[in-house]
């Protein structure tokens, strides 16, 4: 009876610690790393490339015009790679310095927001997930949008 008290009393504590080691997980860690990162991140420049709402503003336009596809796609995964706890660092600009130019407005801000979800769900990024990445994603929202009202 000691025996098998003691292999149940193991087997929870076991239990307790996969639960915790699966709840300390960083965020990267939890999007499947560089890989699953870079995959998304791939899909969704390529999603932001063909948004009429963010081509409709010129500067925007010309940006894409000037920077190759892969280097964007590159800096961004780096971004997310490091903001979610990752050991990849982004060596890009800050975000007031790259966006400054774009006359971003409110309005192309929720575009490229409602692409943001689109590829999530579409990579079915667990929920959980998707608010800690839009947490990160609104902290920059100050820095990269100049008209928020329009």
Known sequence: MK????LSALIAVIL????TSAQGKSL???LGGVYSIATVVDEFIETLL???VLNANP????ARDRVPKAGLKFQVTALVCEVTGG?????GRPMKES???LDITGTQWNAMAGDF??????FNVPEKEQNELFEIVGTTKNDIVKFPDK
């Open 117 to 122: 979800k689109k590829v999530l769900d579409k």
């Open 3 to 6: 025996t098998k008290t003691s």
């Open 99 to 101: 966006h400054q130019h």
């Open 87 to 91: 050991p990849i660092k982004y060596t």
């Open 16 to 19: 307790i610690v996969a639960q």
């Open 50 to 52: 063909v948004n009429d």
């Open 28 to 30: 990267y860690e939890r």
């Open 59 to 62: 500067n925007i336009k010309e």
